[in-house]
């Protein structure tokens, strides 16, 4: 097997080891241009799950702080987590199977 398709490969599945890690070293240590774009894109990839913890965060320091009833609150810090744990699922389903057809088409 060519290593830089598992090089390419790995840089997606680094969501289940590595996180951010493993694509920011692929990106600066190969010289493949096409390696280089896919560690950039798993990047990127790894980091759309992070988008919504500031404003999960700000829903929560903003029912700490105000007097918003209780059940309203809840109900916003409730979906605010939902929503970011649904947004990580199919981030990471969405990188296994971009890795995989790395390492079937290229």
Request: net charge positive; proline share 4%.
């Amino acid at each position: 097997m060519d290593t830089d398709k598992v090089l390419a490969a790995l840089s997606y599945f680094s969501v289940l080891f590595a996180g951010i890690i493993f694509p920011i070293i692929v990106y600066f240590v190969t010289t493949n241009s096409n390696v280089k774009s896919h560690a950039k894109k798993a990047l990127f990839s790894h980091l759309i799950p992070l988008i919504p913890i500031p404003v999960v965060g700000l829903i929560f320091i903003i029912g700490i702080l105000s007097d918003v009833g209780q059940m309203m609150y809840s109900a916003f810090l409730f979906i605010g987590v939902g929503l970011s744990i649904i947004l990580s699922v199919v981030v990471l389903i969405w990188n296994i199977i971009k890795g995989v057809k790395v390492l079937q088409n290229e």
